[in-house]
């Protein structure tokens, strides 16, 4: 339901131009004024809209009046103080919007300590236009490296609010993130859509999901759409074990064969190489195969003389509406975040723990990858049933 339903929350918005700083000042020391930050850093995905709907519906019906500037392009907008006052109309009718109103952009956080081409510094910059609009709290949507600035600014003195958004699934400290099951939705329409195709031809099929460091949206999107390999960047493959699984199928007269792959996925050969080596060898592959998915297709071609096709959904994963499921979470986080607003507690993750939200200090999780272990329940579940992993 939007906001156009409820009029009273209207009314609790601060409209119009930005007013005087020192109007504000005297305002803010009155009871049940908040007055707060929104940005959204990194890349995109389909329940941003509605986790910012959530935290603004979570204080609109608790306080008697509400500020909310939102940041524009993620942390280039604080840096260079490129904002805009909020009204309840910019959050109705957001709820199923993909994207993200307010536009993201990526800000490596290792190159946060460095000034810019003109020399700015950029965490002053970002702290100065925080104090400049007098705010509460900022409430920063983003995945790790957009965590690991937003705990940067913590250590400065901002309170700091995290809501972790990611289609990986991989933020520390959190069962799920909002987005994740909205991609995997998708990459699993993309896999099954394939098998129809993989069978009347009786080709071996390699879909590409997205994943550099970590195989939670490989795997699921894998197990979900039936897939007979399953290749992510924890376990390192070995490609005869590759070809074995396939030619296994052929072999009980399976003439198709669905490989889930993610794009970090790695060989065990280059898993032992050192980080120099391993960078090197990379760029090596990079100017004979567009990704790994194609290497891994022309290895078992190689091997087996059969007909290979790749199909990578690429940024369809972070596109459309969000799946019901984001919805649900997306609100509950955005509710959650409200909650720390109103009682003054700041320097959080709002995380999803056995099914409750949670507030995570942002010292325990910040810089944290949670990683799909070889010892998972689910690689386990998967193997019983026949999933090869290459291993």
Known sequence: MGYNNNQMI??????????????????????????????T??????????????????????????????????????????????????????LTRGGTILGTSRQPFKLMRTPDDNGLDKVEAMKQNYHKLNLDCLVILGGNGTQKTANLLREEGLNIIHLPKTIDNDIWG???TFGFYSAVNIATEAID????????????????????????????????????????????????????????????GSGFTILAVAEGAISKEDAQLGKKELKKKMEEDRKLYPSVSYKVAKEIEDRTGM??????????????SPCPYDRVLSTRLGSAAAKLILNDEYGYMVGLINGKTKKVPLEECAGKLKVVTPDAQEIKDAKRIGISFGD
Request: with cysteine.
């Open 307 to 320: 007909e290979i096709r790749v199909t990578v959904p690429g940024h369809t994963q972070r596109g459309g």
């Open 174 to 176: 959190t069962d799920m």
């Open 10 to 39: 209207v009314k609790k918005f601060v409209t119009g131009a930005v007013k005087d700083r020192v109007q504000k000042s005297e305002k803010k020391d009155g009871k049940g004024m908040k007055r707060i930050g929104l940005l």
């Open 193 to 252: 859509c394939i098998h129809t195709t993989a069978s009347s031809h009786n080709r071996v099929f390699i879909v590409e999901v997205m994943g550099h460091k970590v195989g939670w949206l490989t795997l699921y999107a894998g197990i979900a759409s039936g897939a007979d390999v399953i290749l992510i960047p924890e376990i390192p493959y070995d490609i005869d074990k590759v070809v074995g699984a396939i030619e296994r199928r052929k072999r009980n």
């Open 41 to 94: 850093s990194g890349g995109d995905c389909q329940a941003l809209n509605a986790t910012m709907r959530g935290v603004v519906k979570g204080l609109s019906h608790n306080i008697d009046d509400l500020e909310v500037y939102g940041f524009m392009n993620g942390y280039k907008g604080l840096i260079y103080g490129d904002y805009r006052m909020l009204t309840a109309k910019d959050f109705s009718g957001i």
